[in-house]
């Protein structure tokens, strides 16, 4: 079945949606067929959503352009991605006040306290890594060596994934990118405990709630991804209802082999 049938049929709508984007309404650049229909069809229900997205490369400006390039009508108000925690969990955290290394956008972090200088390093208290271009060479040798000397220092990459679908592949996310850094760590007796905020973790879905406001039950809101590891482990944990697609990285036979915490409530061949 597809997603879009599933709203026609003979049960309740929910009471609102978050929709992942890489891997299930785009694929790379390209749309996933279906989905501005199914977009357009819950505008004129008036049925509230919003993009949830652990792209925290991109600002939602950015965000919103790639679906509309791609036809599928967004605004970057409908855009809660891995960053927007930051600063309120930095404040709840008593992290204000701390200055991070920063690779990715100072916009997507409003309110931190920031150094992108390699040579101001040192004085960093932990490093906060959205992604976005960069010198892996250097900046992976750098924060290496910081944290050999430093491993109590803190490590916050706001987006867990480790790669996003793409038509010939996969691309890293910066936590994959990470992985590089983690791992030469480790052999040297050294394991870091990152800290993340986008999906499945709950301070991203907990926001959602918030931008919904009154009247919206999380126990009524279909969240639609199509990977077990974030999307749906995310929406399970949040107490949410979770769909899973077959668009991305995930196939029928991993959904089936799940376990209860990974699995989904509904799985769905495509939006459209």
């Not at 994959?176 to 870091?192: D, H, N, Y």
Request: hydrophobic residues 40%; glycine residues 10%; aromatic residues 10%.
């Amino acid at each position: 079945m597809k997603l879009i049938d599933f709203l026609s049929g003979p049960g309740g709508l929910p009471d609102a949606f978050l929709f992942d984007i890489d891997g299930t309404l785009l694929y790379g650049n390209r749309p996933q067929p279906g989905a501005a229909k199914l977009l357009a069809l819950l505008r004129r229900r008036k049925i509230p959503f919003f993009f949830l997205t652990n792209d925290g490369t991109h600002t939602h400006q950015e965000k919103s352009t790639l679906l509309n390039n791609a036809g599928i009508d967004a605004f970057p108000e409908e855009m809660i991605s891995c960053t927007d925690p930051v600063s309120p969990e930095f404040a709840r955290r008593g992290w204000s006040d701390k200055r991070f290394f920063l690779i990715g956008n100072p916009a997507n972090v409003p309110g931190i306290r920031v150094e992108t200088n390699r040579e101001r390093l040192e004085s960093c208290d932990g490093l906060l890594f959205c992604g976005g271009p960069h010198d892996w060479h250097a900046d992976f040798t750098a924060l290496f060596n910081f944290f050999r000397r430093h491993p109590d220092r803190l490590l916050v990459v706001p987006n867990p994934d480790l790669f996003n679908p793409l038509p010939d592949g996969v691309s890293l996310c910066p936590f994959g990118q990470m992985q590089l850094v983690l791992t030469l760590l480790e052999r040297i007796g050294i394991q870091l405990e990152p800290v993340h905020f986008g999906k499945p973790y709950g301070s991203v879905y907990d926001l959602a709630m918030q931008r919904f406001g009154a009247g919206i039950d999380r126990k009524n809101v279909l969240c639609v991804g199509d990977l077990l590891d974030s999307d749906i482990l995310g929406a399970n944990r949040a107490g949410m209802v979770s769909a899973l697609v077959l668009t991305g990285l995930t196939t029928a036979a991993q959904a089936a082999a799940a376990p209860d915490s990974r699995r989904p409530h509904h799985i769905f061949e495509a939006i459209g």
